[in-house]
């Protein structure tokens, strides 16, 4: 008696089942690299914008350093005579352009006097190239033909401006012979826009200028 051996034959995937399974398997890579593609790019985009955020931060925090230690000092620079006023922004080899700023400033560390140069420091801030930049010399008076040093601070700044309170109100320009109340900076940047920040000084508005030694 022979028995029949169908049963025992294998059966294998028809051509259709084969490119269903490719099918399925090509959606489901796709789905799973889109969601990874998605992943890295807002990691990156994560890091850029915490990146930027630590680049602000350091910046308005050394320009606030800066502002609350202006002294009443007047600038002389390449050896001449002292300006006239605290505060400058335009009309010397220090400032570049009309949006900038220069004083003297106290504190600059120098324990025990070690260098030969002064606690205090000629300082400018100006925006060059879209880039905010701080400036300063070696000395508080700069000889002639000394070059001060620049260190970028904010990339990406459209305009930079300042505005100056005596007491009873913002002014766009500094003209008093002492020192404003406060001092308000303002940064258009192209991804956070417009940026204002307000900062103290140890002003006396009303004050004479004076040329310390």
Same mark, same amino acid.
């Given at each position: 008696?022979?028995?029949?051996? &169908?049963?025992? #034959?294998?059966?294998?995937?028809?051509?259709?089942?084969?490119?269903?399974?490719?099918?399925?398997?090509?959606?489901?890579?796709?789905? /799973?690299?889109?969601?990874?593609?998605?992943?890295?790019?807002?990691?990156?985009?994560?890091?850029?914008?915490?990146?930027?955020?630590?680049?602000?931060?350091?910046?308005?925090?050394?320009?606030?350093?800066?502002?609350?230690?202006?002294?009443?000092?007047?600038?002389?620079?390449?050896?001449?005579?002292?300006?006239?006023?605290?505060?400058?922004?335009?009309?010397?080899?220090?400032?570049?352009?009309?949006q900038a700023l220069a004083f003297v400033r106290y504190g600059?560390?120098?324990?025990?006097?070690?260098?030969?140069?002064?606690?205090?420091q000629s300082v400018a801030y100006r925006l060059n190239d879209?880039?905010?930049?701080?400036?300063?010399?070696?000395?508080?008076?700069?000889?002639? /033909?000394?070059?001060?040093?620049?260190?970028?601070?904010?990339? &990406?700044?459209?305009?930079? &401006?300042?505005?100056?309170?005596?007491? #009873?109100?913002?002014?766009?320009?500094?003209?008093? #012979?002492?020192?404003?109340?406060?001092?308000?900076?303002?940064?258009?940047?192209?991804?956070? /826009?417009?940026?204002?920040?307000?900062?103290?000084?140890?002003?006396?508005?009303?004050?004479?200028?004076?040329?310390?030694?």
């Amino acid at each position: 008696m022979i028995h029949s051996t &169908d049963e025992n #034959k294998q059966q294998g995937f028809t051509l259709l089942e084969v490119l269903i399974a490719i099918a399925i398997f090509s959606v489901v890579s796709l789905a /799973g690299f889109t969601i990874f593609d998605t992943v890295l790019r807002g990691d990156e985009s994560s890091k850029i914008r915490t990146e930027r955020q630590n680049e602000l931060q350091r910046s308005f925090l050394l320009i606030e350093r800066d502002f609350s230690q202006i002294a009443k000092r007047t600038l002389r620079i390449n050896g001449e005579a002292p300006q006239d006023n605290f505060l400058q922004t335009s009309g010397d080899s220090f400032l570049s352009n009309d949006q900038a700023l220069a004083f003297v400033r106290y504190g600059w560390t120098n324990p025990g006097l070690l260098l030969p140069r002064s606690e205090m420091q000629s300082v400018a801030y100006r925006l060059n190239d879209n880039i905010l930049e701080r400036l300063h010399f070696n000395f508080v008076d700069a000889v002639v /033909g000394q070059e001060p040093r620049v260190r970028a601070l904010l990339t &990406d700044v459209d305009s930079l &401006d300042f505005e100056f309170y005596d007491g #009873k109100e913002w002014q766009k320009e500094w003209s008093g #012979k002492g020192l404003p109340l406060a001092i308000a900076i303002e940064v258009d940047t192209l991804d956070f /826009g417009l940026i204002r920040r307000q900062f103290l000084v140890a002003g006396d508005v009303g004050a004479e200028s004076t040329d310390a030694n």
